[in-house]
């Protein structure tokens, strides 16, 4: 019996660090949707790791920080943007985080453009810090009738 508890104990235990590692990607995330529409791209780049790779749809690949500050520089600031994540998978110090995101542009003058989705994927690492920071940062369109 004091072998069954202790391994209760430590299943819920695990099942705290899970949602505790999950609710700091959350976290995470929110914040780089927050600095997407202000437009703090060091701030965004911040939360990629040195040598994290990002890949954007119809794009090469980019390795590195240099180069994800510059395609996040370039890029049109929304005026929404959020994550809705389906699942993280948390492995250790790794963690796979996929769902859909949603963003909204608007031009000056104009009035607000319709609701944008994609399907991502972030692998999330835990740096020397223990802070989560995104490793591999990938995205690409959904069906054309999404909200349908």
């Known amino acids: 019996m004091k072998y069954f508890s202790c391994a209760v104990i430590m299943l819920l235990s695990l099942k705290g660090f899970t949602q505790s590692a999950e609710d ?24 990629y790791l040195d040598d994290a790779l990002l890949m954007p749809p ?6 590195g920080k240099k180069l994800i500050f510059e395609f996040w520089s370039a890029a049109s600031r929304p005026i929404m943007h959020r994550c809705e994540s389906d699942k993280i998978i948390i492995e250790g110090n790794t963690a796979h985080d996929y769902g859909y995101f949603f963003t909204q542009g608007q031009k000056p003058g104009e009035q607000p453009g319709p609701v944008q989705s994609a399907k991502y994927y972030i692998l999330w690492v835990k740096d020397a810090d223990g802070k989560w ?6 995205w690409n369109s959904r069906s054309a ?4």
């Open 145 to 148: 009738d999404w909200n349908k």
């Open 58 to 63: 119809s794009r090469d690949a980019m390795v």
């Open 24 to 47: 700091a990607i959350r976290k995470e995330s929110a914040l780089f949707s927050a600095n997407y529409v202000k437009g703090d791209v060091e701030a965004m780049t911040r939360q």
């Open 133 to 138: 920071k995104m490793k591999i940062d990938m």
